[in-house]
């Protein structure tokens, strides 16, 4: 296997569409991560520039795992201060009675360009209403919707695309496919489904050394061990609709930044300028609805 180079095609802009700010030190603390994980401790955007700058990763959108409805505007007032944090992905749950208010507190941000839901909130056999009414919520409002959960998750994502076409949906973490090296049971095909039958989905690929299973810290570095992923989502998905995320910081439990970026850069790089240009930045800033650089 060759190792990933270090001299990579760089794209104009680089946007990295999943990172996680929190501060445990606040006077309320924090409900994520738990004070016994090693993410237990302040991490603010100066502290993802650290390790994103010398990659030329300057921008993210930030997506908040707080289920706390205030900690929405946590996020958002950091963003006020902070050019570098060009969207907030939130947190709100379609269950809560406050849903559709606290849709349209947010949205009058210009900074909040959606909402994150876990697999369990997705699931259209268990409680349909209150799922297609949320994301009729988002849609009327411009928002998009973050999707997080296992393989199982993407038979329920492709549903809710089809009954609420309006909405922008994209799916997290490779959709959950598990260890490139044991891919889990149903991920080919339900991605394979889920891109043919819902053009209004777009994939992250996000936590790609995540999905390796061993020692923490040794994913391996070298590009050839992900391609039964890389692959399949490039053949599914296509150019246009794959955004780049690194799930930052959760992402060092398994590699550093840098091995990050490098790996998912040494992939598309392969496939063209133009293809780099869209991973990077174009797909998101279309997803997302990001202003253009002047």
Not at 171 to 189: R, T
């Amino acid at each position: 296997m060759q190792p990933v180079r270090a001299e990579e095609i760089k794209p104009a802009r680089v946007i990295d569409t999943h990172t996680h700010f929190y501060d445990p030190k606040r006077p309320a603390g924090v409900p994520w991560p738990p004070k016994e994980s090693q993410l237990y401790r302040t991490v603010m955007p100066d502290d993802w520039a650290a390790v994103a700058r010398p990659q030329g990763v300057t921008e993210t959108v930030v997506v908040e795992a707080s289920e706390w409805v205030e900690d929405n505007q946590w996020v958002l007032d950091l963003a006020a201060q902070d050019k570098r944090l060009i969207g907030v992905v939130g947190n709100l749950n379609p269950n809560d009675p406050g849903f559709e208010a606290n849709v349209k507190r947010f949205a009058a941000n210009p900074k909040f360009r959606g909402v994150r839901w876990r697999a369990g909130l997705v699931d259209l056999e268990k409680n349909p209403e209150v799922v297609l009414k949320g994301a009729g919520v988002l849609a009327e409002h411009g928002l998009e919707l973050d999707l997080n959960g296992s393989s199982v998750m993407l038979l329920h994502a492709s549903q809710l695309a089809r009954k609420v076409p309006d909405l922008r949906i994209v799916i997290n973490h490779l959709g959950g496919s598990g260890d490139p090296a044991a891919l889990h049971p149903g991920w080919k095909e339900a991605v394979g489904l889920l891109a043919r039958q819902c053009p209004n989905v777009f994939m992250k690929v996000s936590a790609l050394v995540e999905q390796v299973k061993g020692p923490e810290g040794q994913a391996p570095r070298d590009l050839e061990y992900y391609l039964p992923v890389l692959d399949h989502l490039w053949t599914a998905f296509g150019e246009d609709r794959l955004i780049y995320g690194s799930d930052w910081p959760v992402s060092e439990q398994t590699g550093d930044y840098a091995s990050v970026v490098k790996l998912t850069k040494g992939y598309f790089e392969s496939k063209g300028r133009a293809a780099m240009e869209k991973l990077f930045q174009e797909n998101a800033i279309q997803f997302y609805r990001i202003p253009k650089l002047d």
